[in-house]
């Protein structure tokens, strides 16, 4: 039996490096960490006979949560279901199984696929007195919540939402108009958001994750994940990004420098321009075409936006903003463009809806797209009502970016989508859903190619966070990182992507997860 040394042989493997200089190997000789060499085993070490097994770059989700989907495994799981009477029957079980009085929350109601599309109205949860409920909408970016949450918030009888933010049918609170309910949810623990991250970090390696880019840290998080790293207790590499609204952190992070801590790295600063398009917070050019009388939301002004972005300029921090619609990514380069130097590599955190006036902005001041494929395929079928036919080719263009000469950074946006790298790969390369609709993809020519796709959560990723001579690709003295699969996953077919197994996780030269 293998003991998982430092030292060690993969032996007898179909491995894809993504190295230009040695494309294809069948082995890999592992040294203390790092790459020893590549088709030259070493015969004073052990070996692992792979048997054919398929060998990637360990790979990366770019854009995660690791905490709120933690904590979200332990919240009522509203993703799927169909109707109001689903999510209410899940809401009265949860309240019979813990109590009158208790707080109630749950994540991922999503009224596109219920048969009346509208929002819900508040006699429903209000239905609940006793039990103050909040159930957050799957793009995160709207909330559904009861009276009895209410009177427990800042809210008066009227309801007036705050700049940013929107409140429908005295129950649905979007954007920024969420900040006074959620500041009633009883406030995270140490060891809760500990175990939340652990929780999250252990189901990543068992996807084949290597490394995730943490896309909103606050203060305990920044703690937690330290406390994890420093008792050797974080199977994965982490890649923080502080959130904006922390202005002491970011201010003692931004005074100290980048923070590296073994795996855990902040070198980045994460800010909000707009909201979602599914509950149409998302900041158009142009009206709705389903809410003729609405483009849309701005989240915090030019001035607050400008300041950060001063911010990480003078302490050569990335930026990286959460930007949907096509205004949003334009107020975003807007900014960048006046902060611009080389290799500052600033991100747009979705980039989901864009001019390609806007992309050849991109081009033009090196501003990376980190993008999530799934978010087109999960949003494809009622997008043409959203925002109309001459604009749904704005969405997820891929394709278009990568032959800017842009790197992709791929990643899921967990919770909000599954997390599994497999079907964030496979929707890049199909624009389909798991059933293969539409038939020949969703805009096909955004359509990425496979090696194209598998640098979004490799090669890219790794230039993303400054990585790139480390990790990303298989090679001599790079980091050991590896996902080792069943299959092929750039030769099989399509829907072979979805059910192939992840049978080794390997970071840093340690078996973090295996199947052998």
Known sequence: ?????????????????????????????????????????????????????????????????????????????????????????????????????????????????????????????????????????????????????????????????????DIINKCIFIDNAMDAIREIIPKNSKDDTERWIKT??????????????????????????????????????????????????????????????????????????????????AALLEPYSDAPNSCGLTLISYDEFLDIASKCSDANFQLCTHAIGDKGNRIVIDVYSKYFKENYRWRIEHAQMITYEDMLRCQKFQIVPSMQPSHCTSDMRWMKDRIGDHRTHRISRWKTFADLGLPIPGGSDCPIEDGNPLFEYYAAITRTDHDGFPEGGWHPDEILDRMSALKMFTTWAAYGEFSENQRGIIKTDFDADFTILNNDITSCQPDEILSTEVIMTIVGGKIVHSKL
Not at 42 to 52: A, P, T, V
Request: proline content about 3%; overall charge negative.
């Open 1 to 165: 039996m293998f003991t998982n040394n430092n030292n060690y042989n993969l032996i007898n493997g179909n491995v894809i490096t993504l190295n230009n200089i040695v494309p294809n190997a069948n082995s890999i000789t592992v040294c203390n960490g790092s790459i020893e060499s590549i088709n030259s085993p070493n015969n004073d070490y052990e070996s692992i006979d792979l048997g054919g097994l398929t060998v990637l770059p360990g790979l990366v989700d770019s854009h995660f949560h690791l905490s709120n989907f933690g904590k979200r495994l332990e919240m009522i799981n509203l993703k799927g279901l169909k109707s109001i009477d689903q999510i209410v029957n899940k809401v009265d079980k949860k309240i019979k199984e813990l109590g009158s009085g208790t707080f109630i929350h749950g994540f991922g109601w999503d009224q596109t696929r219920w048969d009346n599309q509208d929002f819900p109205t508040n006699n429903i949860l209000d239905y609940f007195s006793n039990n103050p409920i909040i159930l957050t909408r799957i793009d995160g970016h709207s909330l559904w919540t009861n009276k009895a949450a209410i009177d427990l918030s800042s809210y008066t009888d009227e309801l007036i939402a705050p700049d940013g933010g």
């Open 200 to 281: 999250a970090s252990d189901q990543a390696i068992k996807w084949g994750i290597t490394n995730v880019h943490d896309a909103w840290q606050d203060p305990l998080i920044f703690k937690s994940i330290n406390n994890l790293v420093e008792s050797d207790k974080l199977p994965i590499r982490c890649y923080g990004m502080i959130g904006a609204s922390h202005l002491e952190l970011i201010s003692n992070i931004l005074d100290n420098g980048h923070h590296i801590n073994k795996n855990y790295t902040v070198r980045a600063v994460k800010a909000f321009i707009d909201g979602a398009l599914g509950s149409r917070g």
